[in-house]
Every structure is written in structure tokens, then in C-alpha cells.
């Protein structure tokens, strides 16, 4: 039995809509952790933030395309909670309601990365990706 290896083989194999959200997926990721770990107020959180509410809104969208035999199963309840509270963390944010804003952003990353967990579990195209799957030897 060879090592299993991290591979792109299944994502590539993936459609288009499931490439797109995997790569807004991991943007959003990265952008949310980062304005998380950033200083609040300033341009850099704030330009970062630009890249993360369009990036969620990716990811929410292209979950409504991505079913099981054509039916949505409980995580879709996240894309609706998403679809409500990112406008509702940009509109607190020019409203000047800082508190609702950093509440509903942190909830956002949080929702985020726990249904990036989920999809590390065995039998999941992202457990294939990033912990490969065991091959028999030749």
C-alpha cells in the first residue's frame, strides 16, 4: 500500500460549479481569518473584508447548485443563513452598528469553517484532495 497523497485529481474532475465553490470556499476562508486576526477598523481589514463578502456570497451561491440526486440536504440551511446575514453585516456596518456587523461576520467565518470541517471527513471529495486516497501498490 502506498502513502496516501494530497491530490487536485478529484477537484479537477469536479464540475464547473463545484470548482467555483471551492475556490470562493478557500478565499473566504482565508480572507475571514484574516480580517479576524487583523486589527478592526483599519484599510487593510477593511479591504480584505471586500474580498470576503463577495467571496461568501459565491460560496452560498453555488451551494444552491450543488445537491444530492437533485436534493437539498440540512447544510443548505447554512447558504440560507448566510444569504440573510451577510447583507445584514455590511448594511449594520454602514449603519454604523459595529457591534451586529463583528456579530454577524464572526458567525459567517465560524459557519465557514465548520462546514469546511465537514467536508475533510472520509468520503468527501475534500478528504480525497487534501489527504489523497490509498492506492495498491504495483
Known amino acids: ?8 485529481a478529484p477537484l479537477a474532475a469536479a464540475s464547473p460549479v ?4 471551492v475556490t ?3 478565499a473566504a476562508v482565508l480572507a475571514g481569518l484574516a480580517v479576524a486576526a487583523l486589527p478592526k477598523g483599519t484599510i487593510l481589514h477593511q479591504r ?13 451561491l453555488t451551494s444552491l447548485f450543488i445537491t ?3 436534493h437539498f440536504s440540512l447544510i443548505h440551511l447554512l447558504t ?5 446575514s451577510l447583507p445584514y453585516a455590511v448594511i449594520s456596518r454602514r449603519r454604523g452598528n459595529i457591534k451586529a456587523h463583528a456579530s454577524a ?3 459567517l467565518v465560524l459557519g465557514l469553517v465548520i462546514a469546511g470541517a465537514f467536508t475533510l471527513l472520509p468520503g468527501r471529495m475534500m478528504h480525497a484532495v487534501t489527504f ?3 492506492q495498491a501498490a504495483r
Open 1 to 8: 500500500m502506498v502513502d496516501p497523497m494530497p491530490t487536485l
Open 18 to 21: 463545484i470548482q467555483a465553490h
Open 24 to 26: 470562493a470556499a478557500l
Open 48 to 60: 480584505i473584508g471586500w474580498l470576503f463578502v463577495p467571496a461568501m456570497a459565491v460560496v452560498a
Open 68 to 70: 444530492r440526486n437533485g
Open 80 to 84: 440560507l443563513l448566510t444569504l440573510v
Open 105 to 107: 461576520m464572526a458567525g
Open 132 to 134: 489523497g486516497q490509498a
